[in-house]
């Protein structure tokens, strides 16, 4: 089955499954009120995003000058810096680390790029025991499943559901006592694994420093108690300065999760030094392009670098609220993952996800680092078609349709015809469960001239 048959399939499911749409509406709603809460912090929010759009956009415009800065600076301080062009070298970088280390257990802190290159299920190849430590993703791991969303990754999961999962009993059916419960299993593998892995959520040129955000405290610990730190993360995660954060800090928080601020926020500037008590023995930063480079080709997308993967534009995408995260069966969903995934992966696969959009513009006007999401999925239909990757049937419709609203005669034409012709081209990809829009008995034009004769 073809991505795309499987997307449609899954869609149909995802869309009809009432229970997980109630749990996502409870899940969002909630988001919305912290959310607005959050965003009183700013006195002048145009010109907050405007500085965080701006910070970032500098960084993508100027990647190999920050990447190398970044590198210089965080090798001074005894951290190391490997170049992945794609998943499998970066794969390779990490089986020569686990080579010369033999950890028997791995600590993970939630991360989109280890998502990326598939590195659960090498690590659980090689029978090491991995533990993830953020709370969302463990849930996600035990429940053998991708995240749903990036930021809150088990957001399909009631309370119940995850009671259940996890094999608590019903005495323990609140959120708080399912994180304190989980949080005491989590934390003996801290200090038994001799290798933490995190992502990173941005990493700061100017002093040579990665920042992690996170609210549990899970990367902090899974940073400081093994030997070796290696953080796995996109090219396009560097910020020229330190300064910057001042603004994108906030603006993560408050387009994530609605707070003011992330509770735990850390600079990590390296392995730890002679005079220091805490830290990693050893600390590796492994940037990775997999296909970001495609990206940055692209003069109008290239702008979808820029996301601080905050998920606000999943939260309010029609789309994504219907069908929920793993109908894309991709690592990135919602209207960002529909971008950027045709491009950094592949567009032969993923194309359609461009197509998996209302194009009402919610992502765009939601984006705190105003990515145009609509018109880059606009522009990613554009870039396919003229590749010649139309299928026939998909151009026989358009041309069909085209020939239909050009002719006059044919628009005037009665009802019942024009209801039949459209019922005809479109009936698949209108699908069954809905009811096709009826012509009007009078075109707007034969309505028109009743009115006003042929007077223009
Ligand atoms: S595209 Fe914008 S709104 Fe969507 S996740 Fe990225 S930064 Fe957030």
């Not at 449609?8 to 709603?29: G, N, V």
């Not at 970088?93 to 010369?100: H, T």
């Not at 990775?288 to 692209?298: A, I, P, T, V």
Request: charged share 25%; net charge neutral; hydrophobic share 40%.
């Amino acid at each position: 089955m073809s991505q795309q048959e499987r997307f449609f399939e899954e869609s149909e499911k995802k869309a009809f499954d009432k229970a997980m749409r109630q749990k996502i509406e409870t899940s969002l709603s909630n988001y919305q009120k912290n959310h607005a809460l959050g965003l009183t912090q700013f006195e002048n929010l145009a010109l907050a995003k405007e500085r965080a759009s701006y910070s970032r956009w500098r960084a993508i415009e100027s990647l190999d000058k920050f990447l190398l800065e970044f590198e210089n600076n965080f090798a001074r301080r005894g951290g190391k810096v490997i170049w992945a062009p794609d998943a499998e070298s970066a794969l390779q970088e990490l089986e020569n680390i686990i080579s010369a280390l033999k950890p028997d257990e791995v600590v993970m802190s939630k991360s989109m790029a280890t998502e990326e290159i598939g590195l659960a299920a090498f690590l659980e190849k090689k029978n090491i025991v991995i533990t993830e430590t953020d709370l969302g993703e463990y849930i996600q791991q035990q429940a053998k499943e991708k995240p749903f969303h990036p930021v809150v990754p088990a957001m399909h999961q009631s309370v119940d559901d995850i009671a259940a999962l996890l094999h608590m009993d019903a005495e323990n059916n609140t959120a708080e006592k399912i994180a304190a419960e989980t949080g005491e299993k989590i934390r003996p593998h801290f200090t038994a694994s001799s290798l933490g892995i995190t992502g990173a959520n941005f990493l700061v040129a100017d002093i040579g420093a990665v920042s992690i955000t996170e609210n549990e405290g899970n990367a902090r610990m899974g940073t400081s108690w093994p030997d070796v730190h290696v953080v796995i993360a996109g090219i396009e995660k560097v910020i020229p300065a330190v300064g910057d954060l001042e603004v994108l800090l906030p603006i993560l928080a408050t387009y994530g999760t609605g707070q003011r601020i992330t509770a735990y926020n850390s600079l990590l500037l390296g392995p730890r030094m002679s005079d220091e008590t805490d830290g990693p023995k050893e600390m590796i930063v492994i940037l990775l392009d997999n296909g970001r480079s495609n990206l940055l080709e692209k003069q109008e997308q290239r702008q979808a670098l820029k996301c601080i993967r905050c998920g606000a534009c999943l939260n309010v995408c029609p789309i994504f609220k219907t069908i929920g995260g793993q109908a894309y069966g991709t690592t990135y969903n919602g209207p960002i993952g529909a971008v950027i995934t045709p491009i950094q992966v592949n567009s032969k696969d993923y194309k359609h996800l461009s197509h998996a959009s209302t194009l009402c513009g919610a992502c765009t006007d939601v984006c705190p680092v105003q990515i145009p999401l609509h018109m880059n999925l606009l522009a990613n239909r554009r870039d396919f078609n003229e590749e010649g990757m139309a299928k026939g049937q998909e151009k026989m419709m358009w041309y069909a349709w085209k020939k239909g609203v050009l002719d006059r005669k044919k628009m005037n034409r009665g009802a019942g015809m024009k209801n039949f012709f459209l019922k005809t081209i479109f009936k698949k990809p209108w699908g069954e469960r809905r009811t096709f829009p009826e012509f009007a008995p009078k075109s707007f034009n034969e309505l028109w001239r009743e009115k006003h004769g042929d007077r223009k």
